[in-house]
């Protein structure tokens, strides 16, 4: 049904948003447990940082990559010394994904936190457990489903992020070729229009999926915090 | 055990200033809503770090400005029963549970969560999810919960504050029980005199910060200076009685040092030890025996002191064998009656007065 090319940009595609959501999901959930829970001076710049890449053209973060990540950017020089290279890889696609689904992530996140009472964290400290103990099993159990959620939105923006990821690690088939790279090559030559199509109904219906199912996740956080 | 408490805290429009101790038993921290009771609660388990001050549970320090020391929460082992049960929702009443006794101590024999469950009628809930259950069964299970977890001291603040009137009178036997166990000192915070009367041995009573006074609750109820802090309508003394029977007309009659009173309230065993809360207003003074009056309750008494305070009533003592019984009448009556300490005369109680909720179970030591 799909060609090789096809297949290659697809299991690319899977395994760069897989990796992106896997590395971006601890961090994530200690900025949405900051933002929620603490106030402290820089909050609101952080918040801010956070969603800089939902409104900065994707190309422009692309581009803010290869400078920072590049080998002859700040942290790429010193990441190629220990071999670490991510520029036009695609461990540096899986990067730029994260880095684009990373405020989804951290909005889901935050709010099923936000919808958990401190009180239920001050009652955890009462019979006997200390932060990280009440964090690990009272709060992260209610926020389960937020989590997944924002691990499902996460998800559903790696495998449609293009802009960024063009920018940063380019085009190559095979390498770093995704699923919306693919889409956009098919394009430009002439006759593959049908592989272009079938890419895009593929696409249509990861993402549908994922956001139908994100919304089904956080009804769930307001039925486990009811106690129901 | 002994709980010391001296701390001071600045609060959004007053300041804190307490100063007190607390033994065994059950020690009711009385005062209305922003005299500090919830906040002194906060800062003995730890929720709350006092300004400065110090507070000792059994001589080791809890927390002290001076040298600070403030022991975490977690490492207090005190148990909190809030006034909204916050049972975790993701676990059932099980999972509850063993949250508590998860973080008990291991040395010592292990509570036996059976009887636990038995003493506070929880059994049968043990798989509902916490959103089913009613708001007494939640307290019950919070009650529970905190003891699983060996707490040295266990605070309730405002368990009942939550539930309507026929509930709370639901729970109030369980609180008996779980006090008559005596397994562990209770710090019970409450407005609700009531409640006070039915299950402390001791109290502290608390305006806008302050300790106005520290002392056994039999004591302080019938304390004719404490009506105005009390509250002129809440006021009255703690009787302590034994049933000796029921009457062919339905009522219970309870003898008490001074004589018999008879008072409505049925499914009392004869023999029982009650400690029974008469409310000033409901007691009547007569300087003769009367006669032909429907009252059942007509004992004689002797005047032990008066007070009188910015209102138009006086708040009178009554010894009445060893016990002591406050009366509350206006300024007019008493000067009629020449109502003087030592000067005989009777005290009547209308037998309807006394409201079944006002019968408690006695407690330990008799009170």
Known sequence: ?228 | MTLTVDIRHAFQGFDLNATFEAGVGVTALFGPSGAGKSTIAAAISGLLTPDVGRITLNDEVLFDSATGVSVPVHRRRIGVVFQDGRLFPHLDVAGNLAFGARYAPDEGPAPDANAIARMLGIEALMTRRTGTLSGGEKQRVAIARALLMRPRLLIMDEPLAALDGPRKDDILPYLERLRDAGGVPIIYVSHALAEIARLANQMVVLRAGHVMRVGDVTEVLSDPSMVPLIGVREAGAVLHARVAGVDAGGLTRLTISGGTLRVPGAGMAEGQAVRIRILAQDVLIALEHPRGMSSRNILPAVVEGLHRGDGPGVAVALRLGDDRLLARITADAADELALRPGLSCFAILKATAVARADIGIAGLAGG
């Open chain 1, 1 to 228: 049904m799909l060609e090789p090319a096809e297949w290659a940009a697809l299991l690319l595609s899977l395994k760069v948003s897989s990796v992106a959501v896997i590395c971006a999901l601890p961090p994530a959930i200690a900025v949405a447990w900051l933002l929620a829970r603490r106030r402290f001076w820089g909050h609101g710049a952080l918040s801010a940082l956070v969603h800089l890449p939902l409104v900065l053209p994707p190309v422009v973060t692309g581009y803010l990559l290869l400078l920072t990540f590049g080998r002859n950017g700040a942290v790429g020089s010193f990441l190629a010394e220990m071999g670490i290279v991510l520029a036009f890889r695609w461990t540096g696609a899986a990067l730029a994904a994260g880095i684009m689904g990373f405020p989804l992530m951290v909005r889901a996140i935050r709010l099923s936190i936000e919808a958990v009472d401190p009180k239920l964290e001050e009652a955890a400290a009462t019979l006997g457990a200390g932060r990280w103990a009440g964090f690990c099993r009272v709060t992260l159990p209610l926020i389960a489903p937020g989590i997944l959620a924002g691990a499902v939105l996460g998800f559903a923006k790696a495998m449609g992020e293009f802009g960024a990821t063009i920018t940063f690690v380019a085009n190559i088939p095979g390498q770093t070729q995704t699923l919306p790279s693919a889409i956009y090559a098919f394009l430009q030559v002439p006759g593959g229009d049908a592989s272009a199509l079938r890419l895009v109904v593929l696409a249509t219906v990861v993402a549908l999926g994922a956001v139908l199912i994100s919304e089904w996740l956080a009804r769930k956080v307001a039925a486990r915090v009811g106690g129901i």
